[in-house]
């Protein structure tokens, strides 16, 4: 459904068709050989990108590392995209995330956390495919659909659980929840509520990157950030704002959009009036990839080039992650709208499936291996929610703490010493 | 040397007209000890905040800090006072100039206040001397670099975010609300988020309905911010330093008619209190509580008052949240009688809260309610009658204060 402006080749893109959803094509062989990256060629000056891009002719690009991989793979018929390490330890986060992710649901049903519970089965290969390839010191920024970032960023599974239960053992002390997961010890800055509000957090600290490097000249520092968010956030002014400041000062930042089709029960197609999401990356000067986001391999393909890029100091990277979520918005979701027909065909899609089946087909692993890693991954769901279980329940003087970083800030009281300093204002018997 | 400070501070108690009292200085924030140079002869009789009815940990700071006097090395200078005069704008970006000079994490970001040195010149030459990135000229995108200025501060900067009238930050109220105030805490203490939030707001001179808003009392009910308000160069230049250094999120009230103020303030580098209010005039008869532009007004009903016999406190609440109930308390212990006058709207504004913290704590120190002067619950008008009319003038405080004082 290419428009006379852009006739770039992309991958097919079943979804742009709109009378019927539940019609939708294959999507491309599972192995990624017919990605294209749409970047712009570096040796241009500013001057010369602007010119390019009001040309109608098509100015895809393929990356180098792409031509690259095509020749090789076309040569050699050996060369695979993943090694039987990265292999199973990509297999072992995603059966994490999916299992922790059920385990949610079974605590919910049975009363232990409450709330709003957003969970994120189905969509296991956009968080592991990007985020395992981080450093420790990267940053990610989520939306309320957050246990599985935090999960593969590195939160041990017992605090996420934990913070589900609201217990003090949480991540966060029990005071954030299901939509706000942070961890500065992995940097995951968040978990927000609302949606499109962490995308410029992600730019903030993708600035702090830039700033380290060139304001503080600590000439090595090169963090990434990633910021996760749906399709429904790209219909958000946020957005698109920090689209324009990321590609302006060549943030080192990547766009990942999980584009699961639906935001609640608002299709994609009914929202918005361009729907290829990854079109809006070149409108603001940086490249617009669309991707299998059911395929942790293509995933874990784009996400190199795009982090690389970043890291390069090159700048940013909007990322398109066709996707799809199993289960409904949240747990409170009755999930009536989808059509049965589009979640079957997703479900055959399921990326754990697929990873595993093409591990086997090339011998990278024996099922006895995904086995006992599925065995591990229960008993440590299971070990988080006896965790969780134990843990201590906030107690009341804890309701006044971390408000303020300097808690001088709830003022000087009219006996002239600062509240805080009152032994009562943290018991909770002190009047606030 | 003690004497002529003596005479010195006896003649120029009353200070009507912003010029500065080298004997009302304040005391170092207790924060910034190891940094305040503090070189006069500290009076501590004058100053009610400073007084002896301290407790004992604030009086410690004084005199460990009283070092003698610089007067002496003054008048043998060419300079016939200490200190340097300027205006409130340039005592702002001294403040902010040093704090990023001393620390390099600091930076400032928000529309033209790099290359066009801000829109009242509170940025003056910094991106000069500090470069585009740390002086950032943003798109026009409140919500966006405002939230970009959060990530920022909770991955370890400073920032520094200009809204470039107080009312445009209105269009950022998602991340001063969301993400500025709550992310400390529900992120259970990881985060912090140091950053300033500051502009120019209040009633200007016919600017015209959205450019004159007071969004003080829209932020205020914003868990785990803090906000204080400007009023002279002095304060300017100490509470801009104060908000920088501090670890919460604070948010700094400058008022449009403000910035062409002159006074003389000390050379040394000082830092005030975030938390304290400011004594302008001890008096007997009645408190009037104010901040910002008003104060002014009030100081100029204040010459009426004495002329017509009543002594009227004036405190400068400077700390809008939260307020200071040790000077305020103390005050209305001593007057009975409290006049808030402010520029906020009469609904829901400052006034009101501290009306009802006034009431819930002091109760008993009443001869007489409190009376709250606001502005009109009105758009503000273009025409200048009208304009006049919305916001509390002189001669309405003096007519309320002579009903208070029945």
């Known amino acids: ?432 | 040397m003690a004497a002529t400070f003596q005479g010195l501070g006896a003649a120029a108690a009353l200070s009507l007209s912003g010029s500065f009292d080298p004997n009302r200085l304040h005391l170092p924030c207790r924060r910034s000890l190891s940094v305040t140079r503090l070189s006069f002869v500290v009076r501590l009789e004058e100053r009610i905040v400073s007084g002896s009815n301290l407790p004992p940990r604030r009086a410690q700071q004084l005199v460990s800090k009283a070092v003698a006097t610089k007067a002496d090395a003054a008048s043998a200078s060419t300079a016939s006072k200490p200190g340097h005069e300027l205006l409130l704008f340039e005592a702002l970006r001294e403040g902010l100039e040093e704090e990023m000079d001393r620390d390099p994490q600091v930076c400032v970001m928000g529309e033209d206040v790099g290359h066009y040195g801000g829109s009242y010149k509170v940025t003056k030459g910094l991106a000069d001397k500090f470069g585009d990135l740390r002086v950032l000229d943003t798109p026009i995108a409140e919500n966006a670099f405002t939230g970009m200025g959060i990530g920022a501060a909770m991955t370890g900067l400073r920032p520094v975010v200009e809204g470039m009238n107080m009312g445009f930050l209105l269009l950022a109220f998602n991340q001063i609300s969301n993400n500025c105030g709550m992310l400390h805490y529900t992120s259970g203490g990881q985060f912090k988020i140091p950053i300033v939030i500051r502009g120019p707001g209040g009633v200007g001179r016919q600017l015209g309905a959205e450019h004159s808003q007071r969004l003080e009392s829209y932020f205020q009910s914003i868990p785990g911010i803090q906000m204080v308000a400007c009023s002279t160069p002095y304060n300017a230049k100490g509470l801009m330093k104060a908000a920088i250094r501090s670890e919460n999120p604070v948010i700094l009230f400058e008022h449009v008619l403000l910035y062409n103020l002159k006074e003389r303030i000390p050379d040394e580098e000082y830092v005030l209190n975030l938390e304290e209010a400011e004594m302008v005039r001890p008096g007997e008869h009645i408190t009037i509580l104010t901040y910002s532009r008003m104060r002014y007004h009030v100081m100029q009903a204040a010459k009426t008052l004495v002329n017509k016999g009543y002594d009227p406190e004036v405190i400068d609440i400077r700390s809008l949240k939260p307020f200071d109930l040790y000077t305020i308390g103390n005050s209305v212990k001593k007057t009975h009688r409290v006049l808030i006058v402010e520029e906020c709207m009469r609904t829901g504004g400052i006034g009101a809260s501290l009306t009802a913290a006034i009431t819930e704590n002091f109760h008993d120190y009443l001869d007489a309610p409190i009376m709250c002067l606001s502005s009109q619950d009105v758009p503000t008008p273009y025409a200048g009658t009208l304009e006049n009319w919305t916001v509390v003038q002189p001669a309405q405080i003096v007519t309320a204060v002579e009903q208070l004082c029945q």
């Open chain 1, 1 to 432: 459904m290419a428009t006379a402006f852009w006739s770039v080749n992309v991958i097919q893109h079943p979804r742009c068709e709109r009378p019927s959803i539940a019609s939708r094509k294959p999507s491309s062989a599972f192995l990624g050989s017919t990605l294209k990256l749409r970047f712009n060629p570096p040796s241009r000056s500013n001057f010369g990108f602007s010119e390019t891009l009001r040309k109608s002719s098509p100015i895809s690009a393929i990356s180098d590392v792409f031509e690259e991989k095509k020749q090789k793979s076309a040569s050699s018929s050996s060369s695979l995209l993943i090694t039987k390490e990265e292999g199973l330890e990509v297999y072992e986060d995603m059966v994490l995330g999916r299992c922790f992710e059920d385990m949610c649901a079974q605590m919910y049903y049975r009363g232990k956390m409450f709330g709003f519970v957003h969970l994120y089965n189905g969509q296991e290969a956009v968080s592991t495919g990007f985020i395992k390839l981080l450093k420790k010191e990267d940053c990610v920024v989520s939306t309320y659909r957050d246990h599985v970032h935090a999960l593969s960023k590195g939160v041990p599974a017992r605090e996420v659980m934990s913070e589900l239960f609201g217990k003090t053992t949480g991540c966060c002390r029990g005071q954030g929840g299901s939509m706000h997961m942070f961890s500065k010890e992995h940097n995951v800055l968040g978990g927000f509520a609302f949606i499109g509000e962490g995308i410029p957090v992600a730019t903030g600290a993708a600035f702090t990157s830039k700033y380290r490097k060139e304001a503080l000249n600590e000439a090595d520092c090169d963090h990434v950030t990633l910021a996760f968010f749906g399709d429904g956030t790209c219909n958000n002014g946020q957005f698109y704002e920090c689209l324009n400041m990321a590609a302006l000062w060549k943030l080192p930042i990547v766009f990942v959009v999980e584009n699961n089709l639906w935001a609640i029960g608002m299709s994609h197609l009914r929202s918005t009036s361009d729907p290829e999401i990854w079109k809006k990356g070149p409108a603001f000067g940086m490249p617009g990839v669309h991707v299998d986001g059911m395929d942790v391999l293509k995933v874990r393909e784009v996400a190199k080039e795009a982090i690389g890029r970043a890291r390069r100091g090159e700048g940013p990277t909007l990322v398109e992650c066709e996707t799809y979520r199993f289960r409904g918005h949240s747990l409170a979701d009755p999930d009536e709208l989808r059509d049965p027909a589009e979640k079957a065909h997703y479900a055959a899609r399921d990326p754990i499936t697929a990873l595993k089946k093409y591990m086997i087909e090339n011998n990278l692993a024996k099922e006895g291996e995904f086995k006992a890693i599925d065995k591990k991954i229960d008993e440590i769901v299971e070990d988080s929610v006896e965790f969780a279980d134990e843990s201590p329940q906030p107690s009341r003087s804890q309701l006044l703490e971390n408000v303020f970083a300097d808690p001088k800030g709830f003022g000087i009281g009219p006996d002239g010493r600062y509240r805080c300093e009152d032994p009562k204002f943290t018991e909770g018997t002190a009047h606030v």
